[in-house]
């Protein structure tokens, strides 16, 4: 049986009950449609979940990788912005098939390392992977991870001298990668950049009109810290001709319009799409039970 209760502790016992039984070092499972999956259980907070629960991640995280494999069709180009092991990246993968493209992002030396061996073990020859911090400006930048915190976590929002550790990092704007890749049409984006959201699709700049759906994770404390909010973010992306929508692992798919502002000073997922209301209505009807991992009974440590 999986150990469910385990994601309703406090952060505190999180941690206390990852550091007794979590052991060290790489291990593997299978997601999806086979695909798979090495990750470090240890420094990863998805990973601590794989293993005691058999599922990566919980509430609306859950909600946004159903809705991440849905809108995927064959042929698509999608960007995944904050890789981390390559999770998304490796269901993209498989769902845009031969005559579609992944573009991958992740900056940090050692989850880009996992994410060039999940990509090699998966024999994938539709992604391409970026050691690079997607950004509005070019550049370098100080990558950390906040003491007490875990490899998925690592974050442009943060002082150095309050990092547990961290590297500097190369920054680039999409839209220049873009231009050199000769990249001209985009269907599905997903953003975790822990805070920096607004950052990395002002990057976009006019590739953003070439975006059919954007799913993100909103880091509002992150943002500020980095001299964003989440009320910039919003405009930038209705300007644009997106509407936007509350992935809530409760109520669905919710209108932003609708929702208290106080709702939404709190880490939430958001889709930003362009599609029409009965499209997105059978896009509701399908969001059923999460079932992207396999049951998680069999562990092998690398």
Do not use: W
Not at 29 to 45: E, M, V
Not at 241 to 270: Q, T, V
């Amino acid at each position: 049986m999986k150990p469910k209760f385990i994601t309703r502790l406090p952060n505190i016992a999180i941690s206390f009950v990852h550091k007794l039984l979590i052991p060290e070092g790489l291990m593997m499972t299978t997601i999806d449609k086979g695909q798979l999956y090495l990750f470090d259980p240890k420094t990863s907070a998805q990973g601590f979940l794989l293993c005691t629960t058999g599922k990566y991640g919980a509430g609306s995280e859950l909600m946004a990788q159903q809705l991440f494999s849905l809108i995927i069709r064959e042929g698509d180009v999608v960007v995944d912005v904050g890789a981390h092991f390559g999770f998304y990246t490796l269901i993209a993968a498989v769902r845009v098939g031969p005559k579609g493209f992944v573009f991958s992002f992740k900056p940090s030396s050692f989850n880009f390392r996992v994410l060039k061996l999940n990509i090699l073990l998966n024999k994938l020859k539709n992604v391409r992977i970026f050691k690079v911090a997607l950004s509005d400006k070019g550049g370098r930048a100080c990558l950390g991870i906040p003491k007490g915190r875990m490899s998925g976590e690592d974050t442009l929002a943060i002082e150095p001298t309050q990092a547990e550790r961290g590297e500097y990092v190369k920054m680039k704007r999409f839209d220049e990668i873009a231009r050199q890749l000769s990249i001209n049409k985009i269907d599905v984006v997903k953003v975790d950049v822990e805070g920096a959201e607004y950052l990395v699709l002002k990057g976009f700049d006019r590739y953003l009109d070439k975006c059919k759906h954007i799913i993100l994770e909103v880091h509002p404390e992150k943002m500020i810290k980095l001299r964003s909010n989440p009320r910039s973010l919003y405009q930038l992306l209705e300007e644009r001709g997106f509407s936007l929508y509350l992935l809530d692992s409760k109520h669905g798919i919710m209108p932003m319009k609708f929702l208290k502002p106080e709702i939404l000073k709190l880490r939430h997922h958001l889709l930003a799409t362009r599609s029409l209301r009965r499209e997105l209505n059978k896009i509701k009807f399908r969001l059923i039970e999460y079932s992207l991992t396999s049951p998680y009974s069999l562990k092998q440590k690398m």
